[in-house]
T-cell receptor, first 118, second 114 residues
Framework: DAGVIQSPRHEVTEMGQEVTLRCKPI?????LFWYRQTMMRGLELLIY????????DSGMPEDRFSAKMPNASFSTLKIQPSEPRDSAVYFC????????????????FGPGTRLTVL | AQKVTQAQTEISVVEKEDVTLDCVYE???????LFWYKQPPSGELVFLIR??????QNEISGRYSWNFQKSTSSFNFTITASQVVDSAVYFC???????????FGTGTRLKVLA
């Protein structure tokens, strides 16, 4: 079975440009997570979707960040305008959770998108 | 408060040595879940194991074994006869009942030298 798919794997852009990161979760999973990983802050949860509905976006840094999940097989994370401090690896993960607040099942991570904002 | 501590920032061993990665967690919840993930140099996060708070049995999977001790709030990971391919950053994570959120430790970088 295919795992979580993310694209692009690498993105280099200039400050002020719009960046869109894409994620295809594992088929049958009902929950999707976007994380950011930096050396300074480690792994941070940005937003969590359950059954395509955003449940918790408290980790989204600011209004420049937005995420959508139009259907069960696709999600995007957009940064507009991008800034150098957004440079990080962005991971998408999916899971099959029993409920909105279930923590039982493990999350499966995609390969990540390494974003560099110049 | 919930917290995961991986006190070992980096460990270097020679191939074929055994190595143990420590994980200490804090939570007041009685139902919780612990996880280990591996992040090899290629960058992806690979799920290794999940353990719930009611199951203190140790687990062995090939060269990997996990020792869960509620008395010391620890969930340690041992690699037997380490190999160069085991070189990676290993993360321990905690999730408590009633929340989907993972609390990750800061990771332990393992270097296995040939």
């Amino acid at each position: 079975d295919a795992g979580v798919i993310q694209s692009p794997r690498h993105e280099v852009t200039e400050m002020g440009q719009e960046v869109t990161l894409r994620c295809k979760p594992i088929s049958g999973h009902n929950s999707l997570f976007w994380y950011r990983q930096t050396m300074m802050r480690g792994l941070e949860l940005l937003i969590y979707f359950n059954n395509n509905v955003p449940i918790d976006d408290s980790g989204m840094p600011e209004d420049r960040f937005s995420a959508k999940m139009p259907n069960a097989s696709f999600s995007t994370l957009k940064i507009q305008p991008s800034e150098p401090r957004d440079s990080a690896v962005y991971f998408c993960a999916s899971s099959l959770l029993a409920g909105t607040l279930s923590s039982y099942n493990e999350q499966f991570f995609g390969p990540g998108t390494r974003l560099t904002v110049l | 408060a919930q917290k995961v501590t991986q006190a070992q920032t980096e460990i270097s061993v020679v191939e074929k040595e055994d190595v143990t990665l420590d994980c200490v967690y804090e939570t007041r919840d009685t139902t919780y879940y612990l996880f280990w993930y591996k992040q090899p140099p290629s960058g992806e996060l690979v799920f290794l194991i999940r353990r719930n708070s009611f199951d203190e049995q140790n687990e062995i999977s090939g060269r990997y074994s996990w020792n869960f001790q509620k008395s010391t709030s620890s969930f340690n990971f041992t690699i037997t006869a380490s190999q160069v391919v085991d070189s990676a950053v290993y993360f321990c994570a905690l999730s408590t009942s009633g929340t989907y959120k993972y609390i990750f430790g800061t990771g332990t970088r393992l270097k296995v030298l040939a």
